[in-house]
Nanobody, 124 residues
Framework: QVQLVESGGGLVQAGGSLRLSCAASGRSLNYYPRAWFRQVPGKERQFVAVISGSGDITNYADTVKGRFIISRDNAKNTVYLQMNSLKPEDTAVYYC?????????????????WGQGTQVTVSS
């Protein structure tokens, strides 16, 4: 049984930084694309970033491009999201996900495994 556990969320002032982690257990996800999504109450889950299984291909939502960096450490079965220059509109619950079919798409429907989420709050 695959489990994804996010950590690193919290409260930060606008312009600050946070680093989220998502540790996987149950099996190796080294060949699975891993992604981050975020969601605010009343809205659909929104794509943030994705990284390929090898880590050499990344893709970002336009809203975070140039500010966020996704990376992975396959030896630790973990993916990270470095968030810089945070804005109040980045406030959301952040979820990590994995796609066992290797598609690495921006649609939440294509991901098979999900974490429980971690709250990120950016104050103005």
């Amino acid at each position: 049984q695959v489990q994804l556990v996010e950590s690193g969320g919290g409260l930060v002032q606008a312009g600050g930084s946070l680093r989220l982690s998502c540790a996987a257990s149950g099996r190796s996800l080294n060949y699975y694309p891993r992604a981050w999504f975020r969601q605010v109450p009343g809205k659909e889950r929104q794509f943030v970033a994705v990284i390929s299984g090898s880590g050499d291909i990344t893709n970002y939502a336009d809203t975070v491009k140039g500010r966020f960096i996704i990376s992975r450490d396959n030896a630790k079965n973990t993916v990270y999201l470095q968030m810089n220059s945070l804005k109040p509109e980045d406030t959301a619950v952040y979820y990590c996900a994995a796609d066992r079919w290797g598609r690495a798409e921006s649609s939440a429907a294509t991901y098979n495994y999900w974490g429980q989420g971690t709250q990120v709050t950016v104050s103005s």
